[in-house]
């Protein structure tokens, strides 16, 4: 049964808002046998900032659904005897890694959290008044008046979230990324022989030998025209542009009986028309299914028409599974450690 918890939400539109600083307070002295006391007014407490911060174990935007308005707490006002009002706490907004913040009233872009610890102050809260103590002059020695708070910064925030993962898996639906992605990680994809079973992005960390490890993301099947909005692609595209390789899955004995050739330059166009450099990105072609191609007649067919070095795979034998994830893991070393 479909459970609105289970939502991936990658992007959303909230309005924030710093604290208001405290005002500052009028008070005079008044104790026993000190019959002219002087100005005592402390001054008001600062607002607090809102900061978004990128934080490990949140994936979607799904928090932001039900709640549009974010505030943070405002400053409390000065009292006599000199004391000042406590400042408002600051609001620190969790989100993933990845999440960029758009100003939406500016169209600017104010910050890519691209990373996680990376924190960024969007609202400053408001200053806060100043009591009348700190306007007593030697000529002006009972002030009789404060200045207000100031009020804390607003802003309209749209909050787009573009997955980070090593390895992005493409391919046209019901081409075995899913399965793939089950049998190298401990994710768990909905499997099934129709087409669109992934419905949102899905994460899985790879892990090798000598504590090493990579993230791999699942993610919907494309099909011709996803730039434009065909299929469930296109709202999933841009999650592919923070990967580091994409590793394009091809079903090399399609039940269509589609040429496989055919539907990988498909793919192909697809992300050229959508980003050229997304176009650019390293790929690693991988052949699917190879456990239906015995004689490997479809294999080498697919290989001399691309004319490009092809990784067979059986994602449902976990046949060249092992040395796929050792391949991929070169890859992704190799392009991080490039300068």
Not at 50 to 57: C, D, H, I
């Amino acid at each position: 049964m479909y459970h609105p918890f289970f939502m991936f939400i990658d992007q959303t539109k909230i309005r924030i808002k710093a604290g208001d600083g405290g005002n500052g307070c009028v008070s005079f002295r008044r104790e026993k046998f000190i019959p002219k006391g002087g100005p005592d007014g402390g001054d008001g407490g600062k607002g607090g900032d809102v900061y978004f911060e990128a934080v490990e174990n949140v994936d979607t935007l799904l928090d932001f659904t039900g709640k549009h308005n974010w505030s943070a707490k405002n400053g409390l006002p000065g009292s006599g005897n000199n004391r000042h009002g406590s400042d408002g706490d600051d609001l620190i907004i969790k989100v993933p890694p990845g999440t960029l913040i758009y100003d939406t009233d500016l169209d600017l872009m104010l910050k890519d959290l691209n990373a996680v610890g990376l924190k960024v102050c969007v609202c400053r809260g408001g200053k806060g008044g100043k009591g009348n103590k700190i306007f007593a002059t030697s000529i002006n020695q009972t002030p009789r008046y404060s200045t207000p708070g100031q009020t804390g910064q607003e802003r309209n925030i749209r909050l787009e979230l573009k997955m980070i993962a090593d390895v992005g898996l493409v391919g046209l639906p019901n081409a075995g990324k899913s399965t793939l992605i089950s049998r190298c990680s401990q994710a768990r994809p909905k499997i099934a022989d129709y087409p669109f079973t992934t419905l949102e992005p899905v994460l899985g960390i790879v892990e090798l030998s000598g504590f090493r490890r990579y993230v791999i993301a699942d993610l919907p099947g494309l099909i011709e025209g996803a730039h434009e909005g065909a299929g469930l692609g296109h709202n999933f595209l841009k999650h592919i542009e923070r990967t580091t390789i994409i590793a394009h899955i091809v079903d090399i004995m399609p039940i269509d009986g589609s040429d496989p050739s055919q539907n990988y330059n498909t793919i192909r166009s697809e992300l050229e028309k959508y980003s050229t450099a997304l176009s650019q990105k390293t790929e690693v072609i991988i052949a699917n299914k190879i456990d239906l191609d015995p004689d490997g007649k479809a294999l080498k067919s697919l290989e001399d028409k691309l004319k490009r070095p092809i990784y067979p795979i059986s994602a449902v034998t976990g046949s060249g599974i092992k040395d796929l994830t050792e391949l991929l893991w070169q890859k992704v070393k190799e392009l991080k450690t490039i300068p």
